[in-house]
């Protein structure tokens, strides 16, 4: 058989007729055949052959699907029928597909929508260095002092955000390209410094971006980015690898005790601190996963995040 498509025990498993490792026993029993010949371990199927199992012929595989979508604010990038504003039925795809990671509810941008399984890891693992890019809009003025320490790392969530890069706009707005993906990452980062996004938006993954595509609009990915994808994940990881493990550094103390100071916004006609809570209690604990920067007695902030991990 060809070395070309998929293994065949993941072609049984993915028509859900059964798990891989029933499959395999199925195969060895002589119960399943290609194209009417008896099949072995190890065989290769492609779009188009007939497999049976146990007499039952299984519905051909799906052709693989790839959307870039722009997902608007207020759809949940959820699977659940049951909440109404799931992903899936914003999009309203003809065929089963799912997205790749998340956006939060109130973000907007570029998410991708697939029904291939194997690629999600590859794309979302931090250990595999794929960019994601955001044009991040704040409540208060920023500066380069900001700007360099978020590039360096933040504390949140118990542990240290990876380095990352930062490009200034104007004022108030930023853009800056991650490659890892923590729960609501850019916002706490924001927090921690004492600001607030008012706007977040995904403008591109890896080499796809989301120009032309208008808030609730999608569009099926050409051949050509199909196949730049393709080889991009050709050597990453779908489980947790050493690199990805060392992604994530604990914080110490000395991390976080680094004192910073905000650029005075004009438009305000006062001096703002990037440490003063802009809003009131809403800014300090939240779930008692994280707490807003203290002020030192120098007017800096000294951060002091929860060691509590989530799940």
Known sequence: MSETGIRLNKFISDSGFCSRREADAFIEAKQVRVNGKLADLGVRVVDGDHIKVKGKLLPNRPATVYLAYHKPMGVTCTTDPQDPSNIVDAVKYSQRIFPIGRLDKDSEGLILLTNDGDIVNKILRAGNAHDKEYVVRVDKAINGEFLRQMSQGVPILGTRTLPCQLRQLDNHEFVIILQQGLNRQIRRMCEYFGYQVQRLKRTRIMHLKLSGLKPGQWRLLSSQEIKTLQQ????????????????VRKTTNKDSNKPFKAKPDASKGRSDQAGKNPGGKQNGKQNGKHRAPKPSSSGGYKGKPSNRRTK
Request: charge should be positive; hydrophobic fraction near 45%.
């Open 232 to 247: 991009a994940i050709a050597s990453s990881q779908k489980t947790a690898d050493a690199s990805s493990a060392k992604a």
